[in-house]
């Protein structure tokens, strides 16, 4: 089973042996929360197939999107290899239905810190991770609102028209209200347009304006 997850491919078959004496498979339905923030934890987590959200709740109980992860995904932010133990830094929270593998953290690191293949995963599904993070510090501190939703009409427009105003203005953090403005704004300046129930970018390269200039 570990072995269909790419993360695995190519590790030694007796460790891979090893880690799996601690798999654990559980299935999960859409709204189900994996781990809370404040939780310590002493397992990885690897999403077999399905998508989480992580979010942060401030201190008015708002929630704040982080981002999203999807199929093959590690969801545990494991920030050193000395510990046994990780302090989770984000609520994670299903938004489909998934099946998720845990392994024994201590077994993991111990395999981990063995085998260069795996440890070059690790650290580069950590660096991801990190981007991700900083991406959504930056919005969320040098960007306004305008910029950010230029911005993901610019990245991410397949995303943008596969989602609902509600959830787009959850994911940027915004009042649905306020991206409603920020959409009539740039369909008067005719940087976009509305057709078929899709939103067609027409000045893709004028988009940058709101998000580049200042930065």
Request: with cysteine; charged share 30%; proline share 2%.
């Amino acid at each position: 089973m570990l072995q269909t997850l790419d993360f695995f491919k190519g590790c030694d078959p007796l460790k891979l042996s090893l880690l799996s004496t601690t798999a654990k498979i559980k299935p999960y339905e859409a709204s189900d929360v994996l781990v809370y923030e404040d939780d310590d934890i002493n397992r990885v987590y690897f999403l077999l197939e399905g998508e989480v959200k992580l979010y942060k709740v401030d201190r008015f109980d708002n929630e704040v999107f982080l981002y999203t992860l999807k199929d093959q995904d590690l969801l545990t932010n494991i920030g050193s290899l000395e510990c046994d133990r990780i302090s989770c830094f984000s609520n994670v929270e299903f938004l489909a239905p998934s099946r998720v593998v845990s392994l024994d953290l201590k077994t993991f690191k111990e395999v981990v810190k063995t085998d260069i293949s795996l440890l070059i995963n690790l650290l580069n599904l950590l660096a991801n991770q990190k981007q991700m993070v900083d991406c959504m510090v930056n919005m969320g501190m040098v960007y306004d609102v305008t910029a950010k939703v230029a911005k993901m009409l610019y990245d991410h427009l397949d995303l943008y028209n596969s989602l609902k105003k509600q959830e787009i203005s959850y994911r940027l953090n915004i009042q649905p209200a306020t991206l409603s403005r920020v959409l009539a704004k740039f369909i008067r300046k005719g940087l976009i347009a509305e057709e078929d129930h899709k939103t067609v970018v027409l000045e893709r390269e004028e988009l940058t304006r709101y998000f580049k200039e200042g930065l």
